[in-house]
């Protein structure tokens, strides 16, 4: 227990040591109080956690579990957190989260860098996202279905980016914030056997984030 | 505190040219109050749009918070008297394949993961003083005390 202390101590020097003058340093004694809440993403859907400490294992995976080390020292199964209690508790973090990531899809004719009619009003929808992103970044991989060579396609589906491109910096959009890539026909959006025309994988998608 | 301008003045100057450009694992996005960048040796005060690399250390003020987007698209963001470092970000824009460690080293972090962490479970992983975290695809806070209110 007490060597379980000092190594706390040392570990919270030793950050306190490398911090800015800013951050103020924690007591050396300080008890030990950690805690780690599993959160519901935007859609309600839970991913899963493993929490480790000294050997012992504990899997978070519902909604607000939480898992704590406190001044025992032992991980211990938290219940689940009421929501309220992690707004208060993780306030200014979870007030700091970046923007997240917005994903568009633009779709093309058949071996052609041309969009589809229902795919070009996307292209301003772009513009707007992007008013709500700090320093924004925008991604934009092309993609093919998988009639014609990988070769052929790698190529095409850069010259998909790069029409999606042109078009993001005629509306405005500066070039040192837009990325380009092809993925040819690696990354289908529906699996499909090679050589079959299939319209949702010529597409082009855009990541503003 | 002058040499820490002059730094930030000549790390200003090499970025256009693409020093390290390859390098960078994120892009800071949000900055409230103190928040400086750690980076070999030097600290930097952090701003929106500053790219980090591998290695850097953020830490924040008792006033201080921030947020960063990183390239496998996981956010990560921190409260008051908080300090996160950037162990390894490793990431394969093609496969999505990668490693991704942080550690917490005292205050709030809350987390969204990104394509590293649902292409292979347990490629992220966040350090706190005496836990490690694998992180199967998810959002989730940490608190790492000491914090006193």
Do not use: W
């Amino acid at each position: 227990m007490r060597r379980a202390l000092a190594v706390v101590a040392v570990v919270v020097t030793a950050a306190g040591c490398a911090a800015a003058p800013t951050v103020r340093e924690a007591p050396a004694a300080a008890p030990r109080d950690e805690m780690v809440v599993l959160l519901p993403g935007p859609d309600g859907k839970v991913g899963a956690l493993s929490v480790t400490h000294e050997g012992h294992q504990q899997t978070l995976d519902a909604p607000y579990a939480t898992a704590r080390v406190q001044r025992q020292g032992q991980l211990e199964d938290g219940g689940r957190m009421a929501a309220e209690q992690v707004q208060q508790t993780f306030a200014r973090a979870l007030d700091a989260q970046p923007a997240r990531p917005v994903r568009f899809i633009l779709y093309f004719l058949g071996d052609s860098d041309e969009f589809t009619a229902e795919s070009k009003p996307e292209i301003p929808k772009v513009l707007k996202e992007i008013a709500g992103h700090p320093s924004p970044e925008i991604i934009v991989v092309g993609h093919t279905d998988r009639v014609g060579s990988l070769t052929y396609n790698d190529a095409l589906s850069l010259r998909r980016a790069e029409r999606v491109r042109v078009q993001l910096e005629k509306i405005g959009i500066p070039s040192e914030q837009i990325r380009v890539a092809g993925r040819g026909e690696r990354e289908p959006l529906v699996p499909t056997e090679d050589e079959v025309a299939e319209p949702r994988n010529r597409r082009v998608e855009i990541t503003v984030r | 505190m002058r040499h820490g301008f002059a730094v930030v003045l000549v790390l200003a100057l090499l970025a256009p040219v693409g020093v390290g450009a390859a390098d960078d694992v994120g892009r800071v996005k949000v900055v409230k109050g103190g928040v400086t960048i750690q980076r070999s040796g030097g600290s930097l005060p952090a701003t929106v749009g500053m790219k980090l690399l591998e290695g850097d250390v953020i830490a924040t003020g008792r006033d201080g918070s921030a947020g960063v987007t990183f390239n496998d698209d996981s956010l990560l963001s921190v409260g008051p008297d908080s300090v996160l470092a950037i162990d390894r970000f490793a990431f394969d824009s093609t496969t999505h394949a990668g490693r991704f460690d942080t550690s917490l080293r005292q205050g709030t972090l809350s987390a969204v993961s990104g394509k590293i962490a649902k292409q292979s479970p347990d490629a992220m992983k966040v350090r706190t003083p005496s836990t490690i975290l694998g992180v199967r695809g998810t959002e989730f806070v940490v608190r790492a005390a000491p914090v006193t209110p």
